[in-house]
């Protein structure tokens, strides 16, 4: 008998693995849904904020608000996370940030513009973006230990690739959406669909199922959140990804200044706000796809460094158009590199993290990487302020391209790692 040389070829991987899962289908569910609420909230807001102040630095402002709380908390919930059963967890957050939105809906009505005044309004904007800031403080370490308890370990990568897709294509429809509805029905319409999306969420969660927690606290709470920044702070290869992620973000959170963009350079309103939000993330999810079947974790940390420096190189570029169609071209490519970061960054998360200290390790990772386009909208915001909008994109952009290549210069003996390589330290 003769083999048939076809029978000796390795088995493709298959990139609809996790998604055969059905729990898994819930959480990506939850995610879209939340996500594109999320989204389209974030373009309003900000939209919004700059027609009342017309000025950049409350758009800083804005994200500055929601950075302090999910910073400051951030340890906690990880802590309450990693000991907390997720599903009621997730629950409680959600039934906040619809609490939150509620609240917007009702102060940015008609109505209430007879009783308020214009910087009350704003005021009430922050608080409740406050709310929802400490409401991600939550969110973050549960979503991410919650996705390692309804997978294998071996789909984790696979995981990783259509939960960050989920997030962008959401990321792609919020903006567009949030952006058209703005400006055709106005902003109570734009809400109460939020508020609508924020339930379909909520439903999603009721057919996920009940996890135990996988830790279970034997020492005081200081010593137990010491144990998530310690574990982070010794692999070498989680610090240099989550370090990279902060400072390039932290200088590159131009998108922040869309809004400026989109109503005094390019003059192209609320609609052309929401092409531009909508350009970046379909950038990414378009990339996230094609990742399904070609893996960037030949070369995770060499691929990263890469990402990082074509995300500033765009970043400079959309800050020098002046035609609305070329800007949209530079954002989709800062999206698509972008989306390769991610996916490295979370994949190396997942294989190197272990699961009884997912939530406090997930709460540092948002102390850098969950806050970080908040902190660097703010810097976008403050620097547009000092030096006139277009200098602080492109000053932004050539930080972040700076930061890669002091990390290259430090970290060169990572950029020759394999993804087999990493697992390998996942088992030392």
Known sequence: MTTSLTDNRPEKPDPYAALRFREFRSYLG??????????????????????????PLALGMVGLCEAIPAITIALYGGYVADKSEKRGLLLKVFSGVFLCSLVMLVATTQWAHQFIPVNRVVTIMYVMVFGIGIARGFFSPATFSLMAQILPKSLYPNASTWNSSSWQAASILGPAAGGLIYGFAGITVTYSIILALILTSLVCIFFLKSHPPTFVPQQHIFKSLSEGVVFVFRNKMMLGAMSLDLFSVFFGGAVALLPVFANDILKVGSEGLGMMRASASLGAVLTMLAMTRFSPMNRPWRNLLIAVVGFGTSIICYGISKNFYLTLLFLFLEGAFDSISVIIRSTIM?????DEMRGRVSAVNSMFIGSSNEIGAFESGLTAKLMRTVPAVIFGGSMTIAIAGITWWKTRALTSLSLEDINNQERK
């Open 350 to 354: 997942q294989l190197l993290t272990p």
């Open 30 to 55: 939850m995610r879209f849904f939340f996500t594109l609420a999320y989204q389209m909230q974030a373009v309003i807001i900000g939209f919004h904020v700059y027609h009342l102040t017309k000025d």
